[in-house]
């Protein structure tokens, strides 16, 4: 059989591609793809396939080489869609997605940055199309790689239904504990060290709240942790990344989830507490604002004293479940769900599959 769609699955389990890749596969479980489309990817791909979906199975790490390991390993297809941007850059016709521009501002050397840069827009300058998850990166995405307007689409994140209706079960019965959560990477971006310093300042810390940050790797928690003083130590723990049933109880349970960005692509975290019902404590930083929709305050993400007073004001509101339920209901009722979501990325596959065959067709 002909493949017209190879389907980069490989980043499952990586963060917050991992989880793009694993709602996009449940999305597209709801209206299965032709037999045509392929699945490239971990063995765990199997686990998240339609019936009539073929896999080929990979255990090569995405990232080696700076994803050029796999440049000779792609499957052979009409169009393959990378679902990073750091992915082979071989001569397929290609999709790939680009969730954000925040790797050229944050992290590694002035050189190392500008190398990124370039390779960034080598991936995009070869796709036919290129697809972010929110307006901001799409601004970002043209200022910075000089992506014309209509070679991008935005798909913006859908929420976990199931994932969310856990949540939202659980924290209904549970006792909730005094903890301020932190979901997600341990970057530069992330503004941790003003996190530190404003949690320090508040009541909720005064009274015994603790600051619970999860999400690093390895490397990341016992660099954080080293670094952290007595005083720090004394209210923060530090946690690597965790999925399944731990993430649950943890969002579950928490006062609030606090997300101190300077810059996000878009902050699912953040998403998903809303929709679950808990009390979220947001910056300004890049999409953040897109995300909460006016539905919490932000405060201005480079303000020690502002996030301060918005976490203590967080605290407050974690008391009011109904204020929570209110909230939840307003973002289920506005953000898409997998299935939608599905629906609006495969319709930009189809449409650059299209295209690639009259292409085809005029030569």
Known sequence: MTTDVVLDCRWLGYWGAGRFTELLLYGLS???????????????????????ARVAVTGRDPRRWSGQRACFEVPRGRLAVFLHQQRPLCGRTAVVVIHDTIQLRYGGSPPERLLRAAYLRCSAARARRVITVSEYSRT???????????????????????????????????????????????????????????????????????????????????????????????????????????????MATARFVVQPSLEEGYGLPVLEAMASGVTVCASDGGS?????????PT?????????????????????DRAGEERIARAIRSEMPTPAEFARQFRSVIEASLAGNREAASRC
């Open 30 to 52: 709801h209206d299965p793809p032709p037999p045509s489309w392929v699945l490239w990817g971990p063995e765990q791909v199997r686990g998240l396939a339609w019936p009539s």
């Open 140 to 250: 970002c995405i043209r200022r910075d790689l000089a992506v014309p307007d209509e070679r991008i689409a935005t798909v913006p994140l859908p929420y976990d239904g199931a994932f969310v209706d856990r949540v939202a079960a659980t924290r209904r019965r549970a006792a909730i504990q005094d903890i301020a959560l932190y979901v997600g990477r341990f970057a530069p971006h992330k503004n941790l060290d003003r996190l530190l310093a404003a949690y320090e300042r508040t009541r909720f810390c005064a009274q015994g709240g603790r600051l619970v940050l999860s999400g690093g790797t390895g490397t990341e928690v016992g660099a954080l942790a080293a670094s952290l003083t007595d005083r720090q130590r004394s209210f923060t723990s530090v946690r690597p990344w965790c999925d399944g049933q731990e993430l649950e109880t943890l």
């Open 288 to 296: 953040l604002p897109e995300v909460t929709r006016g539905l919490v």
């Open 299 to 319: 405060f201005p993400a480079r303000s020690v004293e502002a996030m301060a007073v918005a976490i203590d004001g967080a605290a407050a509101r974690g008391r």
